[in-house]
């Protein structure tokens, strides 16, 4: 399935699997991204699959994974930045059934993941900006 599709086209694939669906969406999203970059992505529609992928890291990093819990599952995306009070800007799928940036509070993050095998950096940028918070997600 990832090997078919562009990060873009997630939202268009075929339902039927368990990869995705058209309400959860968010873990194909950033599936979607990684195998685009040929980075193994965990091939799962669920965003908790990514709790299990790459490395632990104990704080974000410009381009991580992070991981929030919520009822019912959970959400998955890339931290972009944070706020002056810690924040966290992250670029991800299904925000408000769309492909964007969102701010998240961090009360409900449950893991950061980085790559195996990749460089990182120790970077956060801190934004600044008029987005509002996720409420539908997480």
């Given at each position: ?26 873990a ?14 965990s ?42 009070s ?50 539908k997600?997480?």
């Open positions: 399935f990832f090997k078919q599709k562009t990060a873009y086209e997630i939202k268009e694939c075929d339902w039927s699997s368990d990869v995705c669906s058209s309400d959860l969406w968010c194909a999203f950033v599936g979607g991204v990684l195998e685009d970059t040929g980075i193994k992505s091939r799962s529609g669920l965003a908790k699959s990514y709790l299990d992928w790459g490395v632990k890291i104990d704080k974000p990093i410009l381009g991580c994974i992070v991981v929030f819990t919520r009822k019912g599952g959970g959400h998955v995306g890339f931290v972009e930045g944070v706020d002056k810690g924040n966290l800007y992250v670029l991800g799928g299904n925000q408000s059934d769309a492909v964007n940036v969102k701010l998240f509070k961090t009360d409900n993050v449950v893991g950061y993941r980085w790559p195996s095998n990749q460089p990182k950096s120790n970077t956060l940028p801190i934004l600044t900006s008029s987005a509002s918070f996720e409420t997600v997480v």
